[in-house]
């Protein structure tokens, strides 16, 4: 899995020790060759010393070295080697160095000056120097100076030869102290930057934990959105709005499962209760009514899961609308014969507004489950003896539907939200009547469905539902 | 044994009273948590069967206020909630039981038996007199193989006085106990059914058990 820390220290760390190589080589280059730069300077500075030293006297070459002054011609230890030559190849000089080794080896050469490394005659590494030039006339023979021009004097070769051994010695131990200095810087870079992470990080591992300790038992946590760095602020703001809409859901979701267990328990209850007492004593004396019981709770059970399902299926949108042309007259007069008897039992009066009643396009299957929903739901919820009024508006191209009742329970501004709410009932004990308060809900679905709007409002003692946006032919 | 319950459906009232009633018990019925609060208030219940969801005052609000009160019933709860959390919270309320709804009528016979011998500190359901058991489960009082032919008022009054060994029980304290509140009932009336009883223990040749306190009511000792 991947890790930020791991992520950053590695990618870090390579960064670090990239920079710290590429710097070692350009540094090792640069000291490298500076030093030999230096090196050959003074090896060169040596030659043009033997080269002034040696003179020309109009019949031959010679050279006026002493090797007191430069004893290192001469040393047994560690000894640097000169020889000369004129430029036919013939062999002038040696250093005394060369006595004890074997004759030097003439090689002509393009170069005024050619520095190269070679193998010193003592087998050591060494670093040679060959300069092409003229001897000098001295300056006590101005008269032979004037006479032979330079190009008719003859042609000489120096070549100074020093052990590299000591210097090859030097730049390895510059290479070991830098590569040491280099694993160090690395070692430490390492060390700040996994301890920087650690503590950049840490506001994020606190936020971890405290995640890890949200689940649906404990919901109700919220990070800490105080004391975050500023980039951790905003997520943490957002993730705590996003929880609280999820617990939001969430309650929502476990009191519908909890309203249905209740809706669904209650009369299944009712039926087992009636049906077992009923078996054991058929001979109680109001038997027959047992059974007109088991009836009414089948049937509310049977309209309970009905209405289950349609909400079900408009809120997964599972639901095809085919739209024809019907008579809102005709729908209307349906539904109103589908409360009849209870209109009639309870001696509640449907008055429709006279008006134009338009043809509509609609489905008629679920716009006639909206209708019949929204007139239950009035008749159910107005007092014995009301009036309920259905009044048909023209609209553009459109009709609404109002429809109004007295309440039998007194509902106020703050119920109206949750009128549409599924299985809301205004008595929070669930405790009253048939309804399970899931009409209203289907209609609110079915409407969405249908791009319809419905809207509920109250006015005096006065309840109104009022369904528009129906589009007539 | 005087039952009280405490439900809004009509229909679960209906059943329970009537299955109730026919296994012996007095049964009174309230539909809200205000009436029934009244109902506990006023009659003296062994156990009350208590819905939750009530309209006017809630199942745990009436709990609440029967507890606080000096009657101290045995309360079931009978609950279409199922949760955890209601279970817990309705038993830290105070209440004896919990029975989710839909029930089996037996099992919930079966835990009020359990709560009425609890309420009279009785492990068993039979109760020794003398010569005479008494199965307060299955509403019979034998002496040895011979059962005794009580109707259902002498069988509650002889229930009654055994779980209540060794303490007067006025005539007033069985009318309330054996009657539900419909019912009307006079002292005579008791009179009336101990004089029976008495007399069908001693005609299956069974002693005495029913003492008279004159002035003050009737004992088994």
Redesign the interface.
């Known amino acids: 899995m991947r890790s930020i820390s791991k992520t950053i220290t590695i990618s870090t760390i390579l960064s670090v020790a990239l920079i710290l190589v590429a710097g070692q080589l350009v540094v090792d280059r640069v000291v490298s060759g500076w030093v030999l730069q230096q090196f050959d300077d003074a090896l060169q500075a040596k030659a043009r010393a033997l080269v002034t030293l040696t003179k020309f006297d109009g019949n031959e070459v010679e050279l006026d070295f002493a090797d007191e002054f430069m004893p290192e011609f001469e040393a047994s230890e560690n000894p640097e080697y000169f020889e000369l030559y004129l430029g036919d190849g013939r062999l002038l000089e040696t250093s005394r160095s060369f006595g004890r080794h074997a004759e030097p080896q003439f090689s002509d050469q393009a170069e005024e000056v050619a520095i190269a490394d070679v193998m010193l005659p003592d087998g050591r590494k060494g670093r040679r120097i060959a300069v092409k030039f003229t001897p000098q006339i001295g300056d006590d023979n101005e008269v032979l100076r004037i006479s032979i021009a330079p190009q008719d004097r003859p042609r000489a070769i120096l070549r100074v030869s020093t052990e590299r051994e000591t210097l090859d010695a030097a730049i390895q131990q510059f290479h070991l102290i830098i590569l040491g200095i280099s694993l160090v810087v690395l070692v430490a870079v390492m060390l700040s930057v996994s301890r920087a992470i650690k503590l950049g990080l840490a506001p994020l591992n606190q936020i971890k934990t405290e995640i890890s300790q949200i689940s649906p038992n404990a919901i109700d946590r919220r990070i800490s959105s105080r004391n975050q760095p500023i980039e951790l602020e905003p997520i943490a703001t957002q993730f705590n709005r996003v929880l609280a809409e999820i617990e939001n859901a969430f309650i929502r979701e476990r009191e519908f499962s ?1 309203d249905v ?2 809706e669904l ?2 009369p ?7 049906a ?3 078996l ?2 058929p001979d ?1 004396k ?1 038997i027959q ?2 059974f007109a ?1 088991i009836y ?2 089948s049937r509310q059970l049977d309209r309970l899961i009905e209405n289950l399902l349609h909400l079900c299926r408009s809120e997964e949108g599972d639901i095809e609308l085919e739209l024809i042309p019907i008579e809102l007259e005709e729908i209307i007069d349906k539904i109103i014969l589908g409360v009849s008897a209870e209109t009639n039992e309870r001696n509640i009066t449907i008055e429709r507004v006279a008006g134009l009643m338009p043809t509509i396009q609609i489905d008629p299957q679920w716009f006639e489950l909206i209708l019949k929903n929204l007139l239950f739901n009035a008749v159910a919820h107005s007092p014995d003896g009301s009036v309920v009024t259905i009044e048909v508006i023209s609209e553009a191209g459109f009709c609404a539907l109002e429809i109004e009742n007295p309440m039998a329970v007194p509902l106020g501004e703050q119920d109206l939200p949750m009128i549409f709410k599924r299985l809301w009932r205004k ?1 929070t ?4 009547g048939r309804h399970a308060g899931i009409g209203l809900s289907l209609v609110k679905s079915f409407a969405d469905l249908m791009n319809l709007e419905v809207n509920a409002s109250i006015s005096r003692d006065l309840f109104h539902l009022r369904l528009s946006r129906i589009r007539t032919c | 044994m005087k039952i009280l319950i405490i439900e ?2 009509l ?2 009232q ?3 009273r ?2 109730l009633r ?1 296994l012996g018990y007095a049964v009174d019925v309230a539909g ?1 948590g205000e009436e029934g609060l009244a109902y506990s208030k006023n009659g003296d219940y062994d156990v009350i069967v208590l ?1 939750l ?3 006017k005052k ?1 199942g745990l609000e009436v709990l609440r206020e029967i507890r606080e009160s000096r009657e101290s019933p045995e309360v079931l709860i009978l609950s ?4 955890t959390r209601d279970r817990v919270l309705g038993l830290q309320q105070g209440a004896d039981d919990y029975l ?7 099992e919930l016979h079966a835990r009020i038996q359990a709560l009425v011998r609890r309420r009279f500190k009785q492990k068993s359901p039979v109760i020794t007199v003398g010569k005479i058991k008494i199965d307060t489960s299955l509403h019979i009082a034998c002496q040895g193989a011979d059962c005794l032919p009580l109707t259902p008022t002498e069988m509650r009054i002889l229930e009654y006085l055994a779980l209540n060994r060794g303490r007067v029980i006025t005539s007033a304290q069985l009318i309330n106990q054996i009657y539900d509140a419909s019912s009307y009932a006079s002292r005579n009336t008791i009179e009336s059914h101990i004089s029976s009883l008495r007399k069908k223990l001693r005609t299956q040749g069974g002693p005495g058990i029913i003492e008279t306190r004159r002035g003050f009511g009737y004992l088994i000792t």
């Not at chain 1, 004990?429 to 009253?432: G, V």
């Open positions: 909890s267990a209740h328990r209650t299944v209850a009712e039926i087992k209760s009636l077992e007492v009923g054991r004593w109680e109001d009514s047992y019981d009414d709770s008595d004990s669930r405790a009253t | 809004d459906s229909k679960l209906k059943s329970l009537a299955g026919r809200d819905d969801m009530l309209p809630s279409a909630r199922d949760q989710v709804k839909p029930f089996a009528f037996d």
